[in-house]
């Protein structure tokens, strides 16, 4: 049966797509709801959303919904969230984008971490991020921010396909061979050791909505490993500036000048900026 959940918005607020083919839910009309309104019986509804993407399977997911639902006009993509998924499985990863979205102030929304199951892709960063961003929403149903993080030597010019050579986001890989010694070896025969470390957070709030791109970039220089992390390449990263590297900067100031802050930093704007729902 179409989902008639879509009575008065483009987007079904149950199971979160525009186009919901396989949205299997009961419907019975309630004499004491408006026109506008409807009950859904039994509460616990399967929701099977479509596939839009070759590399995504379908996801089955149980819904547990109260008596009355009802779908505002104003479109989903336009207004502020009041939850947002944060896809990565790295609790501390997640402590530290908290603490720099609020900055000293809380937020008129929740972060949480959601553990989802997405591929391997290659390909530029940018896609990559965008891509992994839409597969999360599918899972996820809803609101959700994805990361990519990169660091790049200067000196690896003339790479076939970049002018730069990205070393991310095979990052972990290189870490999980050679250790931050190793990535620091690696420019061991190059005069040049300046390089950047560059972080892309991709934002949509919901499937079948046009992610948005947030870039930032920390330029600095590769050093030989001091201080210690939880976060892979901190302690061979020297941010221009600073006689301490990543791993030996106090949290606070790290995260005023990181990459990952000034890309937050215009996510943070652009969410703030969203319209709220009455």
């Known amino acids: 049966m179409q989902c008639r959940a879509l009575r008065r918005s483009s987007v079904c607020r149950v199971c979160r797509s525009r186009k919901p083919l ?26 099977d959303p479509p596939v839009s993407s070759q590399f995504s399977s379908s996801h089955r997911r149980k819904v547990h919904l109260s008596a009355v639902v ?31 979205l609020e900055a000293g102030h809380p937020l008129p929304f929740k972060v949480r971490r959601a553990d ?5 892709l290659q390909g530029e960063p940018e896609d990559i ?14 609101a959700v921010m994805v990361e990519d993080t990169s660091l790049c030597f ?3 010019k003339g790479l ?13 890989w290189f870490l999980g061979k050679v250790g931050p010694e190793g990535l620091w070896k690696m420019l061991a025969g190059f005069e040049d050791k300046t390089a950047y470390a560059q972080c892309i957070f991709v934002y949509t709030p919901g499937p079948e909505t046009e992610p948005k791109i947030f870039v930032g970039r920390t330029p600095g ?31 606070k100031v790290k995260n005023t000048i990181s990459h990952r802050y000034r890309a937050l930093d215009q996510l943070r704007t652009y969410l703030l900026d969203l319209p709220t729902s009455s």
Request: charged share 20%.
């Open 160 to 172: 076939p396909g970049k002018n730069i050579f990205e070393i991310c986001p095979y990052i972990k």
């Open 22 to 47: 396989r949205c299997h839910v009961v419907l019975q009309p309630n004499s004491h709801a408006s026109a506008a309104k409807t009950s859904l019986v039994p509460p616990t509804i399967l929701c």
């Open 221 to 251: 220089q590769i050093v030989q490993p001091k201080g210690q992390t939880t976060f892979g390449w901190d302690p061979v990263f020297l941010p221009d500036g600073y006689n301490q590297t990543y791993a030996e900067l106090d949290k």
């Open 116 to 120: 989802v199951d997405l591929p391997e």
């Open 70 to 100: 009802y779908a505002p006009d104003v479109p989903e993509a336009n207004m502020a969230t009041s939850e947002i998924a944060f896809a990565t499985g790295n609790e501390n990863k997640l402590k530290e984008v908290v603490a720099i």
């Open 129 to 142: 991020a965008k891509e992994k961003c839409r597969l999360a929403a599918e899972q996820i149903g809803g």
């Open 154 to 156: 200067n000196a690896y």
